[in-house]
Every structure is written in structure tokens, then in C-alpha cells.
């Protein structure tokens, strides 16, 4: 466990965080959802697809990892020579949760003939039970480009499976899965804070439930929905999704207004990923300091994972 005392101030740590990843050839690389301070530090900030593809191509000796767990396991899986550190190993994902492997690897074994797609919000021992990994920015892409007549089974997220369901027409098996945090939106949150704000458009990820989609003027990615935030004329957004974004949104453009979709069981204005809080500055300063948490995957299941990681990259080219 790494400890961290508590004498240095935000700017002095953001300043040894800097120091220390030059010294020793390590990238900082942070999801949209943690802390807005640690995407300050990091060298890249990307989507779950900008991350793999950062991971797969980085000349670094090590990397940081600032998001949750599978986020560090991809990134081991793809660099097996180089060490991926994550701030804290607790950071873990309720949607990866969702589908144990031992379920789903039974499931797939009852349904021969499927071609297996999931998301990459998965342990790295259901990614090895699966032909082709997806995330929210090349799902639709990854299925389209898979035969016509293609059986498929998609897990583990059912929000987004019935999303790409709706978009393709194809009729996918689903894995019964949810992130408890987009599942939080509701319509009735978001119509009340449209009549507050009537000119403003509607950002929705598509981990969130159908009729929270339906509302969208735009369904996509954390990527996607910020770069159509950044390039729309619109001046006011209703986001949901993980409020971390926001950060970005705010900085990439100041001059318009982002307000945070609340959850549906209460009254707080914004919708967090507690595993994404978990990452904070003291624990990106400790965690380079030390070396440690390492991200270690058993080499037979890494093995079998890289495969279908490799395969969304390529596809994704
Ligand atoms: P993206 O990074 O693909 O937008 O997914 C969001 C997410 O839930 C990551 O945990
Ligand atoms: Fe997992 Fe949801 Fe948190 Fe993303 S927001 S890490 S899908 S629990």
C-alpha cells in the first residue's frame, strides 16, 4: 500500500508528479471521469478507444493509468514489457462487475456458432472469452463490419447493446448489464432541467437506459460528445454522463454553459463514478514515487485477451 504525507500543497505535488515522470520515462494517462486536478497532470486524456490505442503505440517505460482497473489491465495486455501502474487497485467498475467470467464464459459456451463482441469494460478473463472487443466510440462500426447473418452475443452493457441493436437493426444476444452510474439518469431529471433551460442540447451516453437516449440531439462517447460540444453552435448542454467530463467541456470551451444531468435518486446536481474519484493527485504522486500498484495479468488470460484488443484496434484503424 502506498503511503503519502500529507505536507505538500496541489501545485507542489502537481509539480514532483511532473518531476518524477520525467525522470523515470512514464506517461500519465487519464480517463475524462477522474478528478478534473489529475487530468491537469496527465500527458494524455482520452475516451476508453484514445487510451488502448495511446497504451498500444507509447514509447514510455511506464505508464500510469488514471482511471479503473480494466482501463490499467488493457494497457498491460497490450505492452507486456512495459510497467502499468495504477493509482489505486480498489478503482474497479460496476459494469466489468456485472459479468463475472465464469457466467459468461458458460453462457457463450451454451450459444455455439455466436460471435462474441464485448465491451471493453470487462475483466481481462472475459475479454478472453470473447473474438472481438468494442468500446462506446466503435461499437456500432465493429458489429456493422461483421457478416450480415452473423450471431451475436454482446456483453456486457444492455443499454449499449440495445443502442447498437437500434442503430443496425441486428438482433444481438445481450448480456444483462448495467453501469450503475449512467442506469442513474432519468427522464423526468432531465425534461425539468430542459424547461430551465430550453435552448440547450442534450449529451447522452450510451451506457444510459433507452428513454434517457431517446432525449439526446447527441448520443456518443465522452470523446464524441465533446468534440460535438466544442463544434456545435449551441451555447448551453444538458450532459449526461459521468460528470469528470465536464472538466474538459469547460476548458475546451469556456465561453459556453455545461450543466451536469443529476441522478435520478437525488437531489445533488451532478452523477459520479465513485471507482473514477478514487484516483487522486496524492495517489498519482505515491504510485509513481513507489512503483507500485503494478497491474499484473495471468499470462494465459493475457494471452487469450490481446487477441480481441488487437483485432478493435485494427478494425478501429
Ligand atoms: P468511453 O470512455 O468509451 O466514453 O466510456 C465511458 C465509460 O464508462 C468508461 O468507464
Ligand atoms: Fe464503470 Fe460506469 Fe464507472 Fe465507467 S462510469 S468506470 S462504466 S462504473
Request: aromatic share 6%; proline share 4%.
Amino acid at each position: 500500500m502506498n503511503t503519502y504525507n500529507n505536507t505538500m500543497t496541489k501545485t507542489q505535488l502537481k509539480y514532483e508528479i511532473r518531476r518524477l515522470a520525467r525522470e523515470k520515462n512514464a506517461i500519465i494517462m487519464a480517463h475524462y471521469y477522474v478528478d478534473g486536478a489529475v487530468q491537469d497532470v496527465a500527458d494524455f486524456i482520452g475516451d476508453s478507444l484514445a487510451l488502448a490505442q495511446q497504451a498500444a503505440k507509447t514509447d514510455a517505460k511506464i505508464i500510469v493509468l488514471c482511471g479503473v482497473h480494466f482501463m490499467g489491465e488493457t494497457a498491460a495486455i497490450l505492452c507486456p514489457d512495459k510497467k502499468v501502474l495504477v493509482p489505486d487497485e480498489n478503482a474497479t467498475c460496476s459494469l466489468a462487475e456485472s459479468c463475472p467470467a465464469d457466467e459468461f464464459a458458460f453462457f457463450v459456451k451454451a450459444h455455439p456458432g455466436y460471435t462474441v463482441v464485448s465491451y471493453v469494460n470487462t475483466t481481462a478473463a472475459t475479454k478472453a472469452v470473447t473474438d472481438v472487443v468494442v468500446t462506446s466510440s466503435n461499437a456500432r462500426q465493429i458489429v456493422e463490419s461483421l457478416p450480415e447473418d452473423a450471431k451475436i452475443i454482446f456483453g456486457p452493457d444492455q443499454n449499449l447493446g440495445n443502442y447498437i441493436n437500434s442503430l443496425t437493426g441486428r438482433n444481438m444476444l445481450l448480456w444483462n448489464g448495467a453501469c450503475h452510474v449512467h442506469a442513474r439518469f432519468s427522464v423526468e431529471k432531465i425534461l425539468e432541467l430542459k424547461r430551465l433551460y430550453p435552448a440547450a442540447k442534450v449529451l447522452v451516453h450510451p451506457e444510459c437506459k433507452g428513454p434517457v437516449v431517446k432525449l439526446a440531439d447527441k448520443v456518443g462517447s465522452t470523446a464524441a460528445l465533446l468534440k460535438f460540444a466544442i463544434a456545435d453552435e449551441a451555447k448551453e448542454f444538458i450532459v449526461a454522463t459521468e460528470s469528470g467530463i465536464l472538466h474538459e467541456m469547460q476548458k475546451k470551451a469556456p465561453q459556453k454553459t455545461f450543466i451536469a444531468a443529476p441522478p435520478d435518486d437525488s437531489t445533488c446536481a451532478c452523477n459520479e463514478c465513485e471507482y473514477m474519484k478514487l484516483v487522486t493527485l496524492e495517489k498519482v504522486y505515491a504510485c509513481l514515487r513507489d512503483e507500485q500498484p503494478v497491474v499484473s495479468v495471468d499470462k494465459e488470460i493475457a494471452a487469450k485477451a490481446v487477441k480481441p484488443i488487437e483485432r478493435m484496434l485494427e478494425l478501429s484503424k
